[in-house]
Structures are given as structure tokens and as C-alpha cells.
């Protein structure tokens, strides 16, 4: 029995084996439980100053919006540039950003327009930042084990979700909105502490042209990579139409710790679903398994926003996590396995384009939505076109099906 349950944690974190993925990992992990921590207090903060889900809606269109506008820019630099310095760059803008959040709440000069704009540059810099660590990823473990790599990355990430809120409620009564905002602000630090010491191998560079000629090349790529753009496009689906159940959830939350232990669900459901992606690393019909479990996910989002708050509400929302991460890790393995490395930053670039931008997007047109009528039905229809989209391609697109 011993043995058969060493066989079982190599399978699901081979990757750990790497020291230099193991160490990111677990600076990343320090992060995001920041991170978490202050979208919990930024989103109760909003609510308190405005009481609006649409200035909610727009907060997050802000956050994200730079990735829309400078993300295509940051694959083309992740593929001239060190990603590693690129990425710590990036790191210590954001740390700057919620490190002037913590101070204007703490000196009491805290304006709805000044939240937009250090939103709106900590997603100038994950603009950037975002391609870099993707780009960064192949180098730190063996091409056979990038899968695994893949599903361990959103482990760290949503288990901080799953956490991060939860230490949130207790860091907001200890020390307040300013408490968050200064710890994450600090836990910045680990990541740019390990890249600093990490030493990697420069990335092969290509023949350097000119900027826009090298980003036309990975967008030709990926028009004609077959299933990447297929790839592409489903991603934003989902970004669009069913992460605005994110930035909504305080509209369905009670009070302060119902809204904690929502995201919680969602966040220990993600890391179930991570673990899933883990253990089966590369397996046949990865595409259809893909699109069956986007149709599910829809479904499982639909019945949440309809349904009556109760126990049940925790249950679908910690199916949602998993049905959310498989689709993320799958989804992230297939585009990185069919990129060549010396395309990898603008393929990818494209690629969070998608997977990033569709959430402002979704986020504003479904907070228009919210305010003229209600968050179930705006989020219920959401779900309802995500299903079907899924469901079109799993009918008709032969090509990610057989993947």
C-alpha cells in the first residue's frame, strides 16, 4: 500500500521534482494568496464606497482591459527579451500598485477613480507579465511533463483562491482594507526574490525583426494552426460568459463571510479539478473530454444563478471550480504542446488575449445587464450561451474533438 500511494503523489506532482518549478511554485503560491486576499477586500470596498454592480463590473473591466490592449505587444517582448527579468519587472509594478492601494485607504483619500486607475495599471503590467511566465514554464521542466506542469500552476493559483479569502476575513477584522491591500502588496517580494536567484539559460532568439512583422507571425500561426485557433476562440467563450460569476458573486453573497466561504468553494472545487488534469497528464481526446466538460460547466453555472441561496449553492459552486480548472488546464496544455518554442511568447500572447480578455469584456456588458434587471438571469443566460458554443464545436469542429 505504501508504495502504491508513492506511485500516486510522483504521478500527480512529478513536476516538483524540478527545483527550480518547485521554487517558483511555491512563491507564486505566497502571491496569489495575496492576491486573492485583496480582491476579496477591493470588491467589499467598492461595494461599500458605491453599492453599484455595474462600478463592480468596471473595476474588473479595468483590471482587465490591459490585457486586451498590451498582451499581443508582451508575447512579442517575451520572445526578444530575458522572460525571467521581464516577469520580475512586472512583479514589482503590481507590488507597487497595492502597496498605493494600502496607503490611500489607510490615509482615508480613497476615491473610486483612483481604484480604477492603479486597476487598470496592475493589469498594464500583467500584460507583460502574463506571456513571460507562461513562455517561462517549458523551461523549468521536461517537454513530457508540461501537462502536469500546467495543472500543478493552476493548483497554486486556486488553492490560494480557496484560501486566501478565508485568511482575508480574518486579516480584514485584525488589521482592515489597508491590512490586505499592504500583505499583498509584500508577498510580491517572494516571487521577485526567486527569480532573482534562479539562473536559466538564455531563450533561443530568432532572427529579430521588426515588431509588427514578428506579432503578424504568430497571429498567421495561429490562423492557421488548425485546432489553436479553435483553441483560441473557446477560450473566450469561457472568459466572457462564465467568469463574470466571479466578479459578481458579492451581488449573490448575504454578508462578508458568506461571500468568503462562496469563493472558498469555488477555489477548493479549482484545485480538485487541477489534481484531475494532473493525474491524467497527456491522454487521448483531450479535445472532447474538453468540450464535454465546458457543456457540463454551463449547465452547473446556470443552475447556481437560478436556484435559491442553500447548501446546494456551495456544492454547484464547488463544481464549478472543477469543471472551471479542467477546462483551463486542458485547454492551456493543448495551445503549449503545439507551440514551437521560438513562437512560444507570441503564441501565447494570442492565446491569454482570449483567455484573459473575454472576462472585461464580460464583466461590463453583464454589469449593464445586472443593473437594468437582475445577476440570475443575466448570469443564468450567460451559462446557457457557453453550453451551447461548447456544444457547436463538439457537434461540428472535428479538429479539437480529435485532439
Not at 479549482?270 to 465546458?294: E, N, P
Amino acid at each position: 500500500m505504501p508504495s502504491t500511494g508513492s506511485a500516486v503523489v510522483r504521478r500527480l506532482a512529478v513536476a516538483f521534482t524540478f527545483e527550480k518549478f518547485r521554487n517558483l511554485w511555491l512563491a507564486a503560491f505566497t502571491s496569489a494568496l495575496g492576491t486573492w486576499m485583496q480582491r476579496l477586500a477591493k470588491q467589499l470596498l467598492i461595494l461599500n464606497l458605491t453599492g453599484s454592480a455595474f462600478i463592480l463590473g468596471l473595476d474588473t473591466f479595468f483590471a482587465e482591459v490591459p490585457l486586451l490592449l498590451f498582451t499581443l505587444v508582451g508575447g512579442v517582448v517575451a520572445d526578444r527579451h530575458d522572460r525571467r527579468h521581464l516577469l520580475m519587472a512586472s512583479q514589482t509594478l503590481q507590488m507597487a500598485c497595492a502597496l498605493a492601494l494600502a496607503a490611500m485607504v489607510f490615509f482615508d483619500v480613497t476615491r473610486v477613480s483612483y481604484i480604477l486607475a492603479l486597476s487598470f495599471t496592475a493589469g498594464l503590467a500583467q500584460a507583460f507579465g502574463g506571456p513571460a511566465f507562461q513562455s517561462l514554464i517549458p523551461a523549468l521542466v521536461p517537454r513530457q511533463h508540461l501537462p502536469n506542469a500546467v495543472a500543478l500552476n493552476s493548483i497554486q493559483f486556486n488553492l490560494a483562491q480557496a484560501l486566501g479569502p478565508l485568511i482575508g476575513v480574518v486579516v480584514l477584522a485584525a488589521l482592515g482594507m489597508a491590512g490586505c491591500f499592504g500583505i499583498n502588496g509584500l508577498s510580491f517580494l517572494a516571487v521577485i526574490a526567486v527569480l532573482g536567484l534562479m539562473r536559466l539559460p538564455p531563450p533561443p532568439l530568432g532572427k529579430r525583426q521588426r515588431m509588427l512583422t514578428e506579432l503578424r507571425g504568430g497571429l498567421s500561426y495561429v490562423r492557421h494552426g488548425g485546432a489553436l485557433l479553435a483553441l483560441t476562440l473557446l477560450a473566450f467563450a469561457t472568459t466572457s460568459l462564465a467568469l463574470p460569476l466571479r466578479t459578481f458573486l458579492p451581488v449573490f453573497a448575504v454578508n462578508d463571510a458568506h461571500l468568503s466561504w462562496m469563493m472558498a468553494s469555488v477555489g477548493a472545487g479549482s484545485v480538485l479539478g487541477a489534481l484531475v488534469v494532473a493525474w491524467l497528464g497527456k491522454f487521448d481526446h483531450m479535445g472532447r473530454t474538453l468540450l464535454v466538460v465546458q457543456v457540463l460547466f454551463g449547465g452547473i453555472i446556470a443552475a447556481f444563478a437560478l436556484l435559491p441561496n442553500s447548501g446546494l449553492s456551495y456544492v454547484l459552486l464547488f463544481l464549478s471550480g472543477t469543471a472551471l480548472l479542467m477546462i483551463f488546464s486542458l485547454t492551456n496544455s493543448l495551445v503549449q504542446l503545439a507551440v514551437p518554442d521560438e513562437l512560444r511568447g507570441r503564441v501565447i500572447s494570442i492565446y491569454l488575449v482570449a483567455f484573459r480578455g473575454g472576462m472585461p469584456l464580460g464583466s461590463l456588458v453583464s454589469g449593464y445587464f445586472i443593473s437594468q434587471y437582475s445577476a440570475p438571469p443575466v448570469i443564468a443566460i450567460n451559462a446557457l450561451l457557453l453550453s451551447l458554443v461548447a456544444a457547436a464545436f463538439l457537434i461540428w469542429n472535428q479538429q479539437v474533438r480529435e485532439l
